[in-house]
């Protein structure tokens, strides 16, 4: 075994112990926002669709495609809702919204149009 050898085996096992020394300080972070009841009915969906589309139409958000558009429609929708829930961590590329149901139930709940 040449000193060569020796030294590239040295490194791979000191990044190796380095890489599980870092995993191992990070712990995982949950993820917390404000949760509001959303009954999913015919009548509720419908009233969220109803604003849902009237501001896909406008001329703000009209003009925006994808991600922008989601974010531009709900803040469009419900701002307090918007700000609440979603202002400190905007909505990503790829990520599932787990806030959806409580943006919508926080939209039913301020537009005093709770529904069954």
Do not use: H, W
């Not at 604003?51 to 307090?80: I, M």
């Amino acid at each position: 075994m040449t000193i060569f050898n020796i030294f590239l085996g040295y490194c791979f096992v000191l990044s190796t112990y380095k890489v599980q020394e870092t995993l191992a300080e990070q712990s995982p972070v949950a993820f917390t926002f404000k949760e509001y009841q959303y009954k999913d009915s015919p009548k509720n969906e419908m009233t969220f669709r109803e604003f849902e589309t009237a501001c896909e139409q406008s001329g703000a958000c009209s003009q925006t495609t994808g991600l922008l558009k989601t974010r531009c429609v709900r803040e469009c929708v419900s701002p307090s809702c918007y700000r609440e829930l979603y202002q400190d961590d905007a909505l990503e590329e790829g990520e599932i919204d787990v806030r959806l149901n409580s943006f919508k139930g926080c939209f039913i709940q301020r537009s005093g149009r709770t529904r069954n």
